[in-house]
């Protein structure tokens, strides 16, 4: 079953529909006004992932019309508009201002990898949803190698996640690249950086348009804050 997605955008963010389209199934909206919000939450009503993007204060009144959506809803800001809205239920993810659009397709893509397309190992986004719910702060972590070892190191070379409970992961690559003795040896060393209680849902992703390179993408959330 196709997991509906969409991306309502609002104030002055500017994103590149066309790259946007390329993604089967992702649907585009765009608040300009109060009529347009009802308009578009009509639309929406039945989808399972919302992403709503904003480069301002708009998030904070977003999550008001947007709160009686039964989806999951990530907020997506610049990392100084996430220590602003602190208080957001469901997920916030911060990336950096620099590049944030292109940031903010790899951060689509990447969900519709885990969800949408072909798998070896597929995510099931009732425990995507479970795992993810208000999380709050979260970020993302995406890496590329020649193997899936060097990938996860990629992706975690500048990120601590001692402190995360809830991670989803996601490997993409050609089937013969991600054999399940390298998949399970690379989740064993992201479980010993963590928590004996954080808890992990994983999928891998076919794409033979990959030759021999290994991407991996990792929602990480639900951070415990040191005394």
């Known amino acids: 079953m196709t997991v509906k997605i969409s991306v309502v955008t609002i104030g002055s963010i500017d994103i590149d529909a066309d790259a946007f389209k390329k993604i089967e199934g992702i ?7 109060r009529k347009s919000c ?8 039945n989808d399972d992932f919302v992403f709503i993007i904003s480069d301002g204060r708009e998030v904070y009144y977003a999550e008001k019309f947007f709160s009686r959506l039964p989806a999951l809803k990530i907020y997506i800001v610049t990392e100084a508009q996430a220590a602003d809205n602190k208080n957001l239920r469901d997920v916030i993810i911060q990336l950096p201002a620099q590049d944030f659009t292109k940031s903010i397709h ?101 794409d033979d348009s990959f030759g021999d390179k290994v991407k991996v993408a990792v929602l990480v959330g639900k951070f415990i804050q040191s005394n």
Do not use: P
């Open 27 to 33: 649907e585009i909206f765009k608040v300009t006004d």
């Open 38 to 45: 009802d308009e578009i939450l009509g639309k929406i009503a």
């Open 106 to 206: 790899d951060v689509i893509n990447a969900f519709n990898d885990m969800l949408n397309v072909e798998k070896v190992m597929a995510l099931d986004f009732a425990d995507i949803k479970n795992l993810l719910k208000n999380s709050g702060k979260a970020f993302v972590a995406i890496g590329e190698g020649s193997s899936v070892d060097v990938a996860v190191q990629n992706a975690f070379e500048n990120h601590d996640i001692k402190s995360a409970r809830s991670l989803v992961v996601n490997f993409k690559s050609t089937k013969e690249n991600l054999s399940m003795a390298e998949l399970n040896a690379a989740l064993e060393k992201i479980k010993d950086t963590l928590s004996e209680d954080t808890q992990i849902v994983w999928g891998a992703t076919i």
